[in-house]
């Protein structure tokens, strides 16, 4: 059996550092360079994606952390001609691993725009619901701080409406 032919059965059996060496040892044979990236793109995935289901994006340096390593199998993905038929999946992987990056970097609007390309894949619904969560919070949140910076007798916008701070103390304001 030559490299190549070992390297897809290792990568079917999800054994992608077997299947990285030995797509390696038959560089520019057929389409071996882009299996290599493909292979290398689901390291990175599976490690970024264990670290997410484990902790989340619960702090800014696991953030940085999983963020890079999206960023990482985002960029082999593509690298593999993320278009290129043979790669089963491999639009989706790329998708979802660029959303992952842009929702760990806090940038709802490509997260969702990612996400939506996903449907159905792996738990993106999921993730589509919580980069509009995040993006809605964050424009809650600006409107409130604006209320609270607010003086009296000035104009701003809530929801659909725009209201006026009528009298406002240390805890509360009120708007009319």
């Known amino acids: 059996m030559s490299n190549y032919n070992k390297g897809i059965a290792a990568f079917e059996n999800k054994e992608y550092s077997e299947a990285i060496d030995y797509f390696s040892d038959a560089i520019g044979y057929k389409d071996s360079d882009d299996w290599r990236n493909y292979s290398r793109g689901m390291i990175f995935f599976a490690d970024a994606y264990e670290d997410y289901e484990e902790y989340g994006f619960s702090t ?4 940085e952390n999983i963020g890079e390593d999206f960023s990482n199998a985002a960029s082999s993905f593509l690298r593999c001609g993320v278009l290129y038929p043979d790669f089963k999946d491999s639009e989706d992987y790329f998708y979802f691993s660029l959303g992952m990056y842009a929702l760990s970097e806090k940038d ?3 997260a969702i725009d990612c996400f ?6 792996l738990n993106s619904e999921e993730m589509l619901n919580e980069a509009i969560k ?3 919070g964050k ?3 600006s409107q409130i701080n604006k209320i609270r910076n607010a003086d009296e007798g000035d104009i701003v916008e809530f929801g659909k409406y725009k209201w006026v701070v009528i009298k406002k103390n240390s805890q509360q304001v009120l708007l009319q």
């Open 60 to 63: 800014d340096s696991i953030n």
């Open 134 to 136: 995040q993006k809605e």
């Open 116 to 121: 939506e390309k996903t449907q159905g894949f």
């Open 139 to 141: 424009s809650v949140d």
């Open 108 to 110: 709802y609007e490509e």
